[in-house]
């Protein structure tokens, strides 16, 4: 395994915190003088309660406040909350590498059910590559895969 040097881990953990839109702020820490509640976060945009967690590479997400079937959700808003011992009580993973089943429960980020403008813009688009992963390919003439087409056969 390669081991990287603190300004290229923070380079990296940063560009994949930028994509999978982990840009939230870490929770404040209260101090142990204070008594003060301390209300959760809302959305700027649809004024929604949002929880942000840590992520397993030091960043922050926020993520909506229920679990909702996978299939419901675009594959790159899908988390788990994991507990990782000697850490904080739990930590946002992203479900990247299997595709978990349709009604298996997944928290998903918070824009995947934001109902701004600009979230849903980018739900749909996230569908949407969903949807071209999913179609069948075929082997051209070069030797790179294309989506299959519908053939005309009427000769």
């Known amino acids: ?87 904080y009580s739990h930590v946002a993973v992203r479900i990247a590498a299997t595709q978990p089943l349709p009604g298996e429960l997944v928290r998903p980020a918070h824009v995947a059910v934001c109902v701004s403008p600009d979230a849903l813009a980018a739900v749909e688009e996230a569908r949407a590559s969903d949807l071209r992963r999913a179609q069948p390919r075929e082997p051209d003439d070069l030797g790179d895969a294309r989506p299959r087409g519908r053939r005309d056969i009427s000769g």
């Open 1 to 87: 395994m390669a081991e990287l040097c603190n300004a290229c881990w923070n380079d990296f953990a940063n560009d994949l915190a930028e994509y999978e839109g982990a840009t939230a702020p870490p929770r404040p820490e209260p101090r142990p003088e204070d008594t003060e509640w301390i209300e959760a976060p809302e959305c700027p945009e649809c004024h929604g309660e949002i929880m942000a967690f840590p992520t397993n590479y030091d960043r922050w997400i926020y993520l909506a406040l229920r679990e909702v079937p996978a299939k419901e959700i675009p594959s790159r808003y899908r988390w788990r909350l994991m507990e990782i011992p000697r850490q």
